[in-house]
């Protein structure tokens, strides 16, 4: 698909005239005109606005000649799981396990791969292999390659290792000690939780990437505990199997 194409599509898809778009972008109607007709391509900065406007990646815009991926895990990257900065633009170097409003959530190559193995190994894929494999691509990846240059000098661990203090010194009665949390994007963990009303209400924001864990409940059975976190709150719930019959457990403003 070419960028006319594409421009068309996201405009029409988001409900938007010509002159709309023109508007929240500051070009003129004209100039979105020209685009859609082929006669010409944003330039540079307009394509940021574009990109910050639909939610999509500059490399959608220019018809994906590329396929992006990850500059610290490997992942593929589609603009579902594209991260965002700190302003709300997609960041197309990062998905939005790795890089989270403007933070990069991991410091620790082991910590990563131990992550990223769950999730890749299969009948055909074993964790040796898998772990063997993310131990070669992860050291040519840009943000390892970058990483004094990019790392925050351990601020961002410090307050992970802070949180999890925060969050043992609750004592949740049958929730095991948390050791580590891991990102976790808001759409996967957006859980809705039924009130005393009857009214069943999520916490969460499905875009934004938290910190969490989930534990196996020390009473037995296939409950378990999951644990979310975030600059200004604690949410712990139980669930079944597949996140079924959720229960809010705590929900404590820091």
């Not at 508007?23 to 574009?50: D, Y």
């Not at 070669?136 to 661990?157: I, V």
């Not at 409940?217 to 996140?243: K, Q």
Request: aromatic share 10%.
């Amino acid at each position: 698909m070419e960028t006319k194409d594409v421009i068309l599509q996201l405009r029409t898809q988001k409900g938007l005239s010509q002159d709309e778009l023109a508007e929240r972008i500051l070009v003129t109607r004209q100039a979105v005109s020209r685009w859609e007709n082929g006669e010409t391509v944003p330039n540079t900065e307009t394509l940021k606005l574009l990109s910050k406007e639909f939610d999509v990646s500059i490399n959608t815009l220019l018809g994906a000649p590329r396929q992006l991926v990850c500059q610290c895990c490997g992942m593929p990257l589609e603009d579902a799981i594209i991260s965002h900065n700190k302003d709300g633009s997609p960041n197309e170097d990062y998905c939005k396990w790795c890089y989270a409003d403007g933070t990069y959530t991991y410091s620790s190559m082991v910590d990563l791969i131990d992550v990223c193995v769950q999730h890749m190994t299969n009948e055909t894929f074993t964790e040796e292999q898998a772990r063997a494999y993310m131990k070669s691509l992860l050291p040519t990846l840009n943000y390892w390659k970058r990483y004094d240059e990019l790392s925050d000098n351990g601020q961002f661990e410090a307050f992970k290792r802070q949180l999890v203090q925060e969050i043992n010194d609750l004592h949740v009665e049958g929730m095991p000690k948390v050791e580590k949390l891991n990102a976790l994007v808001g759409r996967y963990v957006n859980l809705a939780y039924p009130l005393p009303s009857g009214v069943a209400v999520k916490f969460l924001n499905d875009q934004t990437t938290y910190l969490g864990t989930q534990l196996e409940s020390e009473f037995g059975g296939e409950r378990c505990f999951g644990v979310l976190a975030a600059m200004d709150f604690i949410l712990i719930s139980t669930y079944g199997p597949e996140g079924e019959a959720p229960e809010l457990v705590l929900y404590k403003k820091r």
